[in-house]
């Protein structure tokens, strides 16, 4: 059944199972699954599933004939007479008489079989090639992720977590009250925003405060996967410093210069293990998980987190806020994104591929993109009203794109394809200070990665703090464009001109 899993992966995405791989398998939930089957099953993946099982039942099932066609008595009287026989003769005789013997029983076919079952596990050994299966990937996958959880955990609650201190502070008066929101989508490509010139009116709502927004052009995810796109996103860590993920998250920094913190998400909390990106939630002041699992929640609508961002803002005790708001977004399967109020595209889209099923997940994906467009502004409405008279601002992004039969014959994301799509996403600030929006439009065509995320936050909140890179934050008059790596250390923009 191992081998069978592998051989649907590889058909799927072109590409061996990797320790990658089963490490996002790890952090993912039982939902996660359910919707990514009902998206992906198809009538030649079962008709495999059926012919392997059957071969599989076959082949135990004349094995254990074998096993079984003598009984261990008669096993070892063989033996026993076989090694009488081989003292009794001269050695030439026993050789001469071993050699017939095999030649006319089954023993000698046994023999070779094991000797050529030893020659090739040496050689497989030898060569490494042992740790290109399944069963080496999920292990090596299972020990680095317990241990890259056991030092997240170290580094969130432990001993490290007190000793590190980035002597950040806000270069704002501590008395002036402000909020900064970072609106965090899930698989939204920016290419479906009507924002960004989509043939599709899926941005209404957004689109009638464009003049309070700057729609950043150009920006890419490091990554087509959730947690590892979330790990760069929230802390210091980036293509060229990975390891820089355990000098500190944009949590820690922003409590420490003195801002409240809240993490208020859609996305279920718990894969197999407590994911990593919920252990960075944890550490938030204020946490709120309103989708925790399950059938119903599947359908988990975004709106759920509204409510809890009202109480998060209401609260004026607090000078300076800073919240996290994860969404589901637009994530497969598509459908199940939104309410029937926005299934407004059913006519035909437009595609270099044509089939009913496709214009169906197009239209899905688009009503997805539609509701996104209402929550963000929802989002935004909320921020601007109460904020009157302080100061507020807001980052929209998604954590990965999507490929929506744009430029593949699939719908989803997968590193093994890669496509542009997938790494293409929108990325839009919104601020109530008019005159920081005018100034800002000038940056918007720069090209930008978001593992440096974390840099234009603090830039955006004016904060300082030790290991803080200014030229890494896409706002700051500093910024130097760098070269935007993907996977296997590609050049995006050479890959995709």
């Known amino acids: 059944?191992?081998?069978?899993?592998e051989l649907c992966y590889s058909l799927l995405y072109h590409e061996r199972l990797t320790t990658s791989t089963m490490f996002v398998i790890m952090e993912t939930n039982s939902s996660e699954i359910s919707e990514y089957l009902k998206e992906y099953l198809n009538y030649k993946i079962i008709l495999g599933f059926i012919i392997t099982l059957t071969i599989a039942f076959f082949t135990l099932k004349g094995v254990k004939k074998l096993l079984y066609q003598y009984s261990r008595k008669e096993v070892i009287n063989s033996i026993k007479n076989d090694i009488l026989l081989l003292f009794n003769n001269s050695v030439v005789n026993k050789i001469k008489q071993a050699y017939y013997y095999l030649i006319d029983t089954n023993t000698r076919k046994l023999l070779s079989s094991l000797v050529l079952l030893i020659i090739v596990t040496f050689i497989y050994i030898d060569k490494n090639h042992f740790k290109q299966h399944i069963i080496y990937q999920a292990y090596e996958g299972y020990n680095k992720y317990?241990?890259?959880?056991?030092?997240?955990?170290?580094?969130?609650?432990?001993?490290?977590?007190?000793?590190?201190?980035?002597?950040?502070?806000s270069n704002n008066l501590l008395e002036e009250k402000e909020t900064v929101v970072l609106v965090i989508g899930e698989s939204t490509t920016r290419s479906h925003l009507q924002l960004y010139n989509y043939h599709r009116a899926t941005n209404p709502k957004l689109d009638l405060i464009k003049q309070e927004l700057v729609v950043f052009e150009d920006v890419i995810s490091p990554h087509t996967h959730t947690i590892p796109c979330l790990e760069k996103m929230l802390t210091l860590s980036n293509y060229e410093h990975y390891d820089r993920k355990y000098d500190g998250t944009l949590?820690?920094?922003?409590?420490?210069?003195?801002?409240?913190?809240?993490?208020?998400?859609?996305q279920i909390p718990i894969g197999i293990y407590e994911s990593l990106i919920t252990s960075i939630a944890k550490s938030s002041d204020n946490v709120y998980f309103t989708n925790l699992g399950g059938e119903r929640e599947q359908k988990?609508?975004?709106?759920?987190?509204?409510?809890?961002?009202?109480?998060v803002l209401s609260n004026k005790s607090i000078n300076k806020k800073f919240i996290i708001v994860h969404l589901l977004g637009t994530h497969v399967q598509y459908e199940n994104r939104y309410p029937k109020k926005f299934n407004v595209f059913n006519d035909t889209p437009k595609s270099i591929y044509s089939s009913e099923d496709i214009f169906k997940t197009i239209n899905h994906y688009d009503n997805a993109v539609l509701y996104n467009d209402f929550i963000v502004s929802e989002i935004i409405q909320m921020l601007k009203s109460s904020a009157i008279n302080e100061k507020a601002s807001l980052i929209y992004l998604s954590d990965h794109g999507e490929?929506?039969?744009?430029?593949?014959?699939?719908?989803?994301?997968?590193?093994?394809?890669?496509?542009?799509?997938?790494?293409?996403?929108?990325?839009?600030?919104?601020?109530?200070?008019?005159?920081?929006?005018?100034?800002?439009?000038?940056?918007?065509?720069?090209?930008?990665m978001s593992d440096d995320l974390l840099f234009t936050i603090a830039d955006i909140a004016n904060i300082t703090f030790n290991g803080n890179e200014p030229e890494r934050s896409v706002v700051n008059t500093n910024y130097q464009n760098r070269v935007r790596r993907i996977k296997d250390g590609k050049d995006f923009d050479e890959l995709y001109p």
Do not use: C
């Open 1 to 5: 059944m191992l081998t069978y899993f």
């Open 146 to 169: 317990k241990e890259e959880q056991f030092r997240y955990n170290d580094f969130l609650y432990g001993k490290i977590k007190e000793s590190r201190r980035f002597e950040a502070k």
């Open 251 to 266: 949590i820690d920094i922003m409590r420490e210069a003195g801002f409240e913190t809240s993490w208020i998400s859609n």
């Open 300 to 311: 988990s609508l975004d709106e759920k987190v509204l409510p809890h961002l009202k109480k």
């Open 403 to 448: 490929d929506v039969f744009e430029t593949v014959d699939m719908s989803g994301h997968s590193e093994a394809i890669s496509s542009k799509p997938m790494y293409q996403i929108p990325f839009i600030l919104w601020s109530n200070n008019p005159s920081q929006i005018d100034s800002l439009q000038q940056y918007k065509s720069r090209k930008y």
